[in-house]
């Protein structure tokens, strides 16, 4: 690759958030239309690394990607020859600017959250010893609140300067603007780090639409972030209650919250569904509770988030008390799960919460056959998925578990061709033309959140 004259920016750590934040930052362009940057993403040999990095040295995007806007700019960064992926970690040597998207690791225990130090830190080490002073190294990971401080400014040669900056992008349709149209907020070690993270970001960030928030330290940036996640997977766990409730007495909650969402002050409440997966909201919220101890020695029980990630990691099993109160057993039972993810439109299925409900449902005697148009293998439960629309026939209940684009716009009574499984819309994934559908065609049909008057 001609590396020209412009500054080198290496990511490191090309998984879902890595590879399309390389992606952004070769899609910056100077006034004159020419990129702003030399991009180099860099992974770790295991065949996962070398595949990602492969992919998008072949232009290709290494997850199933709904966003076409993601898939163009990688075609542009293709054309313009300033996004180039490797597995050398010499290349850190070249770097302007280092941006690290590598994971932090946290195993959840409800009452001490252990943090997996040691593998962030021999990350951070496989890079800061091949700086020069004056690279300036970005820290996009969501980590315990002080790991700036504590783990990643020990190992950095003098003179280079550390800011935090954390990531607020979302996989699915709008990937590439989440990172490029959306607000950020950061921080530096140093005045001077903070100034020269405002102004990196400033070039791959549309600003002038979205402004930067500066926080006054790696702490508080760190702790943005986390309490971020933490809100949103508290909100959730707190509406598991109220879809119960409302399954009871007979009410539809989808219909009482979006009255609620009216109200400004609560137009971000959440809504029942199957469960909370992903590699951030099943384990951020337990975050703070592990830097509390870990870093700064004190004993801080965060009860609302321990409980949240316990409710949130159940949520699933509620939905298989409903197929096993609609089918008396599952001991033998058919059963259709739609969606394995842990999102729509996305390929990610870590902690996603139909492996939850897949294993239990085996371990009860049932057959689970599985479909999601974006995962044809999936790797936590070694399973090979459907992608097409699968057979119905010997099916005793359809689970809609993940609310993909696609399933609310099947055409339900072609797609029964006659036969009459249970349904169980799980995640509000159907639309109601959908569910009077199936109970015209006399398919018994539960729903998570939504009773029966
Ligand atoms: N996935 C999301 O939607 C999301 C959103 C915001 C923030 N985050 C945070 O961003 C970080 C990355 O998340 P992700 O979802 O991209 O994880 P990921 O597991 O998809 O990708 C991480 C990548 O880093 C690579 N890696 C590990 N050690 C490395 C090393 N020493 N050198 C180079 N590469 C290395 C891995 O091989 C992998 O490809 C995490 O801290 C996560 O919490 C994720």
């Known amino acids: 690759m001609n590396l020209k004259s412009r500054p080198v920016?290496?990511?490191?750590?090309?998984?879902?958030?890595?590879?399309?934040m390389a992606i952004a930052v070769a899609s910056s362009r100077q006034a004159n239309g020419e990129p702003s940057f030399q991009v180099i993403g860099v992974d770790v040999p295991t065949p996962t690394g070398l595949a990602r990095a492969e992919c998008l040295n072949k232009g290709l995007f290494p997850f199933a990607c709904a966003d076409k806007k993601l898939l163009a700019a990688l075609k542009t960064c293709k054309r313009n020859n300033n996004l180039w992926c490797t597995t050398d970690p010499r290349v850190y040597r070249?770097?302007?600017?280092?941006?690290?998207?590598?994971?932090?690791?946290?195993?959840?225990?409800?009452?001490?959250?252990?943090?997996?130090?040691?593998?962030?830190?021999?990350?951070?080490?496989?890079?800061?010893?091949?700086l020069r002073a004056g690279t300036l190294v970005i820290v996009e990971s969501t980590v315990p609140p002080g790991t700036c401080e504590r783990v990643v400014l020990p190992e950095l040669p003098k003179g280079v300067l550390l800011a935090h900056a954390y990531e607020r992008v979302m996989p699915g349709k709008g990937y590439f603007d989440s990172i490029v149209n959306?607000?950020?907020?950061?921080?530096?070690?140093?005045?001077?780090?903070a100034e020269a993270c405002q102004k990196f970001l400033s070039k791959v960030v549309n600003v002038k639409k979205f402004p930067l928030t500066q926080l006054s330290s790696l702490r508080a940036s760190e702790t943005a972030k986390v309490l971020e996640n933490s809100y949103r997977a508290v909100n959730i766990a707190f509406m598991e209650e109220w879809g119960r409730f409302a399954e009871a007495i007979g009410i539809d909650l989808f219909e009482v919250i979006s009255a609620v969402r009216r109200r400004p002050t609560h137009s971000n409440m959440r809504q029942p569904g199957f469960g909370v997966g992903g590699y951030c909201l099943t384990k951020d919220p337990l975050m703070a509770k592990a830097a509390a101890r870990s870093y700064f020695g004190l004993d801080a029980p965060f009860p609302f988030c321990t409980r949240a990630v316990s409710v949130n990691r159940d949520m699933p099993l509620v939905s298989l008390s409903k197929a096993?109160?609609?089918?008396?057993?599952?001991?033998?039972?058919?059963?259709?799960?739609?969606?394995?993810?842990y999102r729509q439109d996305v390929a990610d299925t870590r902690f996603s919460p139909s492996a939850t409900f897949v294993k239990q449902a085996q371990k009860e005697g049932a057959e689970v056959v599985c479909h999601d148009p974006f995962v044809a293998f999936w790797p936590e439960l070694k399973i090979r998925t459907q992608k097409e629309v699968p057979s119905l026939k010997n099916l005793d209940l359809i689970v809609f578990a993940v609310?993909?684009?696609?399933?609310s716009k099947w055409n339900v009574p072609a797609w029964l061709?006659?036969?009459?499984?249970?349904?169980?819309?799980?995640?509000?994934?159907?639309?109601?033309?959908?569910?009077?559908?199936?109970?015209?065609?006399?398919?018994?049909?539960?729903?998570?959140?939504?009773?029966?008057?």
């Not at 990511?11 to 399309?20: K, M, R, S």
């Not at 590598?102 to 040691?118: K, T, W, Y």
């Not at 096993?324 to 993810?341: A, F, N």
């Open 9 to 20: 920016v290496c990511v490191q750590g090309l998984g879902f958030v890595g590879a399309a």
């Open 94 to 130: 070249r770097a302007d600017v280092v941006v690290v998207d590598v994971p932090f690791h946290l195993e959840v225990r409800a009452s001490r959250p252990n943090p997996d130090i040691g593998s962030f830190r021999k990350a951070i080490r496989e890079m800061a010893g091949r």
């Open 324 to 341: 096993r109160k609609l089918l008396g057993t599952l001991r033998g039972k058919k059963i259709l799960l739609l969606g394995v993810s």
């Open 182 to 193: 959306f607000r950020r907020a950061y921080a530096g070690h140093t005045p001077e780090a």
């Open 417 to 453: 061709n006659g036969s009459r499984p249970a349904v169980l819309d799980a995640n509000n994934v159907l639309k109601p033309a959908q569910r009077q559908a199936f109970q015209r065609m006399g398919c018994v049909l539960e729903s998570i959140g939504r009773g029966k008057v």
């Open 403 to 407: 609310s993909h684009e696609v399933y």
